[in-house]
């Protein structure tokens, strides 16, 4: 497990995913933190995986 921080470029790339979609800025954080690491956001959140990040059962079916 790896635990990130965001920096300061995570937090101007939130600041114009925000600007451009409407985001709430949390969520707008929580997309460009796992975007900086590479990472698989898995979310039930509905705005979160319209904007990119994957259902729990997508991550399941991937592995069958």
Excluded: C, K, W
């Excluded at 705005?47 to 994957?54: K, T």
């Amino acid at each position: 497990m790896t635990v990130t921080f965001p920096d300061a470029s995570d937090m101007m790339a939130a600041n114009r995913l925000q600007s451009e979609t409407l985001l709430y800025p949390m969520d707008a954080m929580i997309l460009s933190a796992a975007d900086a690491a590479d990472a698989t956001l898995v979310s039930f959140d509905s705005e979160l995986v319209e904007h990119g990040a994957d259902l729990p059962q997508q991550l399941l079916d991937e592995d069958e």
